[in-house]
């Protein structure tokens, strides 16, 4: 099983670019999740989604957009990515009172 | 709002035994989760507190007061490995959204 993964691994975009930041999991969970990790903090929610179908904002969530495609796929989308969005996205995935992290994004924004 | 403290810092030598405070300020409360996470990597789970009273898994404890808001991760035996950023978060729910502490890092040496 290869839990919960994410692409890119890493990736550069240029001011005003999009892009789409995948995740998946084989885990068989209802409730994922997309947080980012600026250097020296701790994980900030961007958005969740409790169950298939359904999506809601977490703390910071200016600038994003998701779908939840089903019950394995998580997407983050940047429409218009800017230098603040510069950060490390983990996707994360819920059982047991436990998340469970992805492997991350790098994204640098110039 | 929602707020979590814990130490920026902690130093410790090899064989000795560390205790990472975290005191939370929330609006509702379903627990307490610590993770772990090396430079680099993905968070990963080491224990849950959802009542008060000590959680023990190995060399690690974790405690909960809620009458306190206030709980601690307790490493014994530290090992050069235990080096890395270990994160409180509180949360639960239906959604179990986590707000996560901003972090103490973590140096064992020699």
């Known amino acids: 099983n290869a839990g919960v993964t994410q692409t890119p691994k890493f990736q550069v975009l240029k001011t005003g670019q999009s892009m789409t930041l995948q995740c998946a999991q084989d885990?068989?969970?209802?409730?994922m999740y997309w947080y980012r990790q600026d250097p020296g903090m701790g994980l900030r929610l961007i958005y969740y989604s409790a169950s298939e179908g359904t999506t809601d904002k977490g703390e910071v969530p200016n600038g994003y957009n998701v779908s939840r495609l089903n019950k394995r796929e998580f997407s983050l989308r940047l429409e218009s990515a800017a230098p603040s969005q510069t950060s490390v996205y983990f996707c994360?995935?819920?059982?047991?009172?436990?998340?469970?992290f992805g492997p991350g994004t790098r994204l640098l924004v110039l | 709002g929602q707020s979590l403290e814990q130490p920026s810092e902690v130093t410790a030598v090899e064989g000795a035994i560390v205790q990472i405070n975290c005191t939370y300020q929330?609006?509702?409360?379903?627990?307490l989760s610590w993770y772990q996470q090396h430079d680099g990597g993905a968070p990963t789970f080491l224990s849950y507190?959802?009542?008060?009273g000590l959680e023990e898994t190995g060399r690690f404890s974790s405690f909960l007061s809620r009458s306190d808001s206030y709980g601690y991760l307790l490493l014994q035996e530290l090992q050069m490995k235990d080096s890395a950023s270990y994160f409180c978060a509180v949360g639960g729910g239906a959604t179990n959204k986590l707000i996560f502490g901003t972090g103490t890092l973590l140096a064992v040496q020699p």
């Open positions: 929330t609006s509702g409360f379903y627990g």
């Open positions: 994360a995935t819920l059982g047991e009172e436990t998340q469970y």
């Open positions: 885990m068989n969970h209802n409730s």
């Open positions: 507190n959802g009542l008060d």
